[in-house]
């Protein structure tokens, strides 16, 4: 029998409607959550992508404010705005658009945020307390991929959990929340050897490689659960890094590609947009 599939845009929009409550309610106590957004330049996608967190900002009663720069911007305008972003009580959260220009310091712009706006969950000081197991913010796609898992009633505790990518934005801080869940947790890269026998073993296999269709069925154990994180383009299509059409004869439950895993990202920014705001309220 097929896989169930698992329906990212039924969950994100269940969790919107969640944040628009709670939006409400931070609304009757005289709070408006307000999300900025830095852009540099005009790198079309960024451009898109920008477009559609303030739209999705909108939908659920939030503000949200973009702060456009030209390419050629230097690093301390950038530095400059962020700090003062970082005193304004009407915003409560705060994020960069990657990638920046080159002569941008991308490290230097995460670290200028103040930890308590750091809703994209990348500034160093959110990176360890999500290590230590400490309450932080948490990178939106792997908070995005956990938050699947438990609507979906998919068991992490005492699981074999296997991801595949170590990027700081999706592999590694999804590998330590699964881990933090109680999984037993396996990291896999580009070095990895025998990577069929390493995902065979999974329960939950987590695959954000950037690599389309690199996982196909016969690495997938039988009913196991199956999140695809990649999204890439082969001959105008989206298709994702796990072969869709063979993984589905094997696996469990599994995320399609559009569908899956991309609408959980905006939604989990909005939850911690929403949460920064609760936060501020006493
Ligand atoms: P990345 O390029 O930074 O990292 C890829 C990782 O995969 C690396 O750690 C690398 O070691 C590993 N890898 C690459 N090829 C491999 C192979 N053949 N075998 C084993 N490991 C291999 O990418 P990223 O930023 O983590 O993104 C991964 C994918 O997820 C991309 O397709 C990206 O577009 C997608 N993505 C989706 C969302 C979303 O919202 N759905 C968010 C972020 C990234």
Known sequence: MPAGIIDGKAIAAQIRLEVADRVSALKKKGVVPGLAVILVGENPASVTYVANKQKACAEVGMR??????????????????????????????ILVQLPLPKHIREAACIEAIDPKKDVDGFHPVNVGRMLIGESSFIPCTPAGIVELLRRSKVKIEGAEAVVVGRSNIVGKPVALLLLRENATVTVCHTRTRSLGEVTRRADILVVAAGRPRMISGDMIKEGATVIDVGINRVDGKLVGDVDFETARERCGLITPVPGGVGPMTIAMLLKQCVEAAELNVH
């Open 64 to 93: 949200s404010f973009v702060r456009r720069f030209p390419a050629d911007v230097s690093e301390e305008m950038v530095l400059a705005e962020i700090k003062k972003l970082n005193m304004d009580p009407s915003c409560h959260g």
